[in-house]
């Protein structure tokens, strides 16, 4: 069966997974469904990235009077705020979730992206064409590292994607983010709280920026995975066994994710949708584009899994036509190691020592249980055949991927 899952203030959650809040839609293994994503930053520029837009206007409408989405984050529901509702524990638009029909915890399911489309503007203005955002955010590795004035800064990059061939984005314009002030009278003077519109009265445009650059687009989603069991709202921004915000370009079309459920109906959510991101994310976004994902979810029974490929598996996996990756985190599961707190402290303990040790032995793991290898084999392969790299290092939870091309094992 195929579905279609629609943005709207009933099908989107801001912020946070979870295993509390009411599916936007309940599925059988093997079903197929279309789903439309937002990015958070699309107020970055209302104009290029909502106005006009029927399902966008719906989820970030917000005045003195009206809040579509309240909450944003997984923080605290009831007042006083100082940001607002869920105070920005959390950040990413994701859409769902997805209930599949009979998945228990131990099981694992399969994500299948078979297309990744972006999402084009509405307003007449610029009809047909696509846009993200790109922020030098506060979180980013550069923050308290740069050399030019005004400093600390952080800057707002538009760009346009260019799919008519090869597919490209260029840069339209940037601006330095200034104190904007939310329909609620909240002064934000950094980027503290998804969702908030420019006024781009308040910000100066610089055009001609990045000239002669095409950055190679890389349609992927960000932050996608299943409800974790630890609590019932749990931040969107560190990733963990259960998947979330990865931050992997290659998590697009054609590729196969894998997570353990840790949830009776595993409850599967997508968001953070990107055009374009190198690995380590060094800003502290890619660029941030509103996409529609093609996926179909596969369910892997607990009781099937030994001698396949999901054997024993309790984090995410991703799998190509070309290679499998495992993800290391500085903590592995973040959730059970730092308690109910660490939805706000992991960040102070951001490592990527440590997430090098948790992908190496991920991808030991695999070796040997996946691929029969002995421990001496499997290290020997790893050091003259895997590919290490450094997959985020703003998500509070610092990200390194593993990975080994299957080409390396010959026909299978």
Same mark, same amino acid.
């Given at each position: 069966?195929?579905?279609?899952?629609?943005?709207?203030?009933?099908?989107?959650?801001?912020?946070?997974?979870?295993?509390?809040?009411?599916?936007?839609?309940?599925?059988?293994?093997?079903?197929? &469904?279309?789903?439309?994503?937002?990015?958070?930053?699309?107020?970055?520029?209302?104009?290029?990235?909502?106005?006009?837009?029927? #399902?966008?206007?719906?989820?970030?409408?917000?005045?003195?009077?009206?809040?579509? &989405?309240?909450?944003? #984050?997984?923080?605290?529901?009831?007042?006083?705020?100082?940001?607002?509702?869920?105070?920005?524990?959390?950040?990413?638009?994701?859409?769902?979730?997805?209930?599949?029909?009979?998945?228990?915890?131990?099981?694992?399911?399969?994500?299948?992206?078979?297309?990744?489309?972006?999402?084009?503007?509405?307003?007449?203005?610029?009809? #047909?064409?696509?846009?993200?955002?790109?922020?030098?955010?506060?979180?980013?590795?550069?923050?308290?590292?740069? !050399?030019?004035?005004?400093?600390?800064?952080?800057?707002?990059?538009?760009?346009?994607?260019?799919?008519?061939?090869?597919?490209?984005?260029?840069?339209?314009?940037?601006?330095?983010?200034?104190?904007?002030?939310?329909?609620?009278?909240?002064?934000?003077?950094? !980027?503290?709280?998804?969702?908030?519109?420019?006024?781009?009265?308040?910000?100066?445009?610089?055009?001609? !920026?990045?000239?002669?650059?095409? &950055?190679?687009?890389?349609?992927?989603?960000?932050?996608?995975?299943?409800?974790?069991?630890?609590?019932?709202?749990?931040?969107? !921004?560190?990733?963990?066994?259960?998947?979330?915000?990865?931050?992997?370009?290659?998590?697009?079309?054609?590729?196969?994710?894998?997570?353990?459920?840790?949830?009776?109906?595993?409850?599967?959510?997508?968001?953070?949708? +990107?055009?374009?991101?190198?690995?380590?994310?060094?800003?502290?976004?890619?660029?941030?584009?509103?996409?529609?994902?093609?996926?179909?979810?596969?369910?892997?029974?607990?009781?099937?899994?030994?001698?396949?490929?999901?054997?024993?598996?309790?984090?995410?996996?991703?799998?190509?036509?070309?290679?499998?990756?495992?993800?290391?985190?500085?903590?592995?599961?973040?959730?059970?190691?730092?308690?109910?707190?660490?939805?706000?402290?992991?960040?102070?303990?951001?490592?990527?020592?440590?997430?090098?040790?948790?992908?190496?032995?991920?991808?030991?793991?695999?070796?040997?249980?996946? +691929?029969?290898?002995?421990?001496?084999?499997?290290?020997?392969?790893?050091?003259?055949?895997?590919?290490?790299?450094?997959?985020?290092?703003?998500?509070?939870?610092?990200?390194?991927?593993?990975?080994?091309?299957?080409?390396?094992?010959?026909?299978?």
């Amino acid at each position: 069966m195929h579905h279609l899952l629609r943005v709207s203030p009933q099908t989107v959650h801001w912020g946070y997974f979870s295993k509390a809040v009411a599916p936007a839609l309940t599925v059988r293994s093997g079903d197929r &469904v279309t789903i439309e994503t937002l990015t958070h930053h699309a107020n970055d520029d209302h104009e290029r990235m909502v106005a006009g837009d029927p #399902g966008a206007e719906s989820v970030f409408a917000w005045t003195c009077e009206h809040k579509a &989405v309240p909450r944003r #984050g997984a923080g605290p529901t009831t007042g006083p705020f100082t940001y607002g509702e869920g105070e920005g524990v959390g950040v990413h638009l994701l859409t769902g979730p997805v209930v599949v029909e009979g998945a228990e915890p131990g099981d694992v399911l399969e994500v299948r992206i078979l297309d990744v489309m972006p999402r084009p503007s509405c307003n007449h203005a610029f009809l #047909g064409r696509s846009f993200g955002s790109n922020a030098a955010a506060s979180w980013g590795f550069q923050y308290r590292d740069l !050399i030019e004035e005004p400093k600390p800064r952080e800057v707002i990059t538009i760009f346009e994607l260019d799919t008519t061939a090869e597919p490209t984005a260029r840069a339209v314009y940037n601006y330095v983010w200034t104190p904007q002030t939310d329909p609620d009278g909240v002064v934000h003077p950094t !980027i503290d709280y998804p969702g908030v519109k420019v006024d781009p009265a308040t910000v100066r445009r610089r055009e001609d !920026i990045l000239r002669n650059v095409q &950055v190679p687009a890389r349609l992927h989603f960000g932050t996608m995975g299943l409800a974790p069991a630890e609590a019932d709202f749990v931040s969107s !921004i560190p990733p963990s066994y259960s998947g979330g915000n990865i931050d992997d370009w290659r998590v697009g079309k054609g590729a196969r994710m894998y997570y353990p459920v840790a949830v009776a109906g595993a409850y599967f959510s997508v968001g953070d949708p +990107h055009a374009a991101q190198g690995d380590s994310e060094l800003g502290g976004t890619a660029i941030e584009c509103s996409l529609t994902g093609e996926f179909e979810l596969v369910l892997h029974k607990k009781a099937d899994l030994p001698g396949t490929l999901l054997e024993g598996l309790d984090h995410p996996l991703l799998e190509t036509d070309e290679l499998w990756s495992v993800y290391g985190f500085t903590h592995a599961n973040y959730l059970a190691a730092l308690g109910p707190e660490g939805q706000t402290t992991v960040a102070e303990t951001a490592s990527l020592d440590p997430a090098m040790r948790d992908a190496f032995r991920k991808l030991r793991r695999f070796l040997m249980t996946v +691929h029969k290898l002995g421990e001496d084999e499997a290290i020997a392969l790893m050091s003259v055949a895997a590919d290490f790299g450094v997959t985020q290092v703003v998500d509070g939870n610092w990200g390194v991927h593993g990975s080994i091309r299957k080409s390396v094992f010959g026909p299978r």
